[in-house]
Structure formats: structure tokens, C-alpha cells
């Protein structure tokens, strides 16, 4: 294992989603995909077996979405920090995924440079709010 190197894990139950994931974080000398799940029984398995950094967990999958994975895999590897990647461009969603115990929240739209810092901050022990859902934060008096 490379010290300095992020080690992730892309959950997303679209071949495509996975692929541009991979390809846009091949990119990134800092960054190893370690493995790659269509769903959430692999996600949670994968996790357990190879304990990476970062996972990068879809919410909508069949049987198990991406609320109960990280759930789960928190239970079972605390120290794995968990970025949402969603469709789900709406507050709650990022709200319930963040109660969940995700360190973080990107739509899909999210541009790649976003992604990639998301996956720096979080690493780095921030929470990490796309800025699509983050300007739907209303203001704090």
C-alpha cells in the first residue's frame, strides 16, 4: 500500500457511472480505485474485505440502497469515509445521507474538479457539500 495514496471504492449500480468514475479519478496520481460494486451487498463486502480511504456510494440501488451501505459499513469499518454521488439533487437527501454517517454529498452533475476536491477534503476530514445542494442551504441568522 502506497502511503499518501487515497484508496477508493466507486458503488454505483449504472456500468457507465462506474467507468466515468474510474476514468476521471485514473487521473489522479493520489488516488486507486480498489475496487468496483454494482450494488450494495458487494459495496459492504468489498469494504469489509479491503478497508479503503474513501467510498464513493450511489443512494438508489436494488435491494440495498446507498443509506443502508453506509450504515452498515460504518458499523463494520468506522474509519472508511463515505461521499454520496446522486442523481438526488434535493437537501434531504444530502441532509439524510449526512445523518447516515456520509462525509460527503455531489450530484451527479457535480464537475470533475469538484469531485476530485471533494474526495481531498473528505480524506482530509472534512464534510464536504456539492455546491449545487450547498446554495439550497438556507441562510443561518
Given at each position: 500500500m502506497n502511503k499518501g495514496i487515497i484508496r477508493i471504492i466507486v458503488v454505483d449500480d449504472h456500468p457507465a457511472v462506474r467507468k466515468s468514475i474510474k476514468?476521471?479519478?485514473?487521473?489522479?496520481?493520489?488516488?486507486?480505485?480498489?475496487?468496483?460494486c454494482e450494488d450494495g451487498h458487494s459495496a459492504i463486502e468489498q469494504a469489509t474485505q479491503l478497508i479503503p480511504d474513501i467510498m464513493l456510494v450511489d443512494i438508489n440501488m436494488s435491494p440495498v440502497?446507498?443509506?443502508?451501505?453506509?450504515?452498515?459499513?460504518?458499523?463494520?469499518?468506522?474509519?472508511?469515509?463515505?461521499?454520496?454521488?446522486?442523481?438526488?439533487?434535493?437537501?434531504?437527501?444530502?441532509?439524510?445521507?449526512?445523518?447516515?454517517?456520509?462525509?460527503?454529498?455531489?450530484?451527479?452533475?457535480?464537475?470533475?474538479?469538484?469531485?476530485?476536491?471533494?474526495?481531498?477534503d473528505v480524506h482530509n476530514g472534512d464534510i464536504y457539500i456539492c455546491h449545487e445542494i450547498r446554495k439550497l442551504i438556507p441562510p443561518s441568522d
Open positions: 476514468i476521471l479519478l485514473g487521473t489522479n496520481p493520489g488516488f486507486e480505485i480498489i475496487a468496483e440502497d446507498g443509506f443502508e451501505v453506509t450504515e452498515v459499513v460504518l458499523k463494520k469499518v468506522p474509519s472508511v469515509k463515505i461521499i454520496a454521488l446522486s442523481i438526488n439533487n434535493q437537501l434531504k437527501y444530502a441532509t439524510e445521507m449526512l445523518r447516515a454517517g456520509a462525509r460527503g454529498y455531489l450530484t451527479k452533475t457535480s464537475p470533475p474538479k469538484e469531485i476530485i476536491q471533494s474526495i481531498i
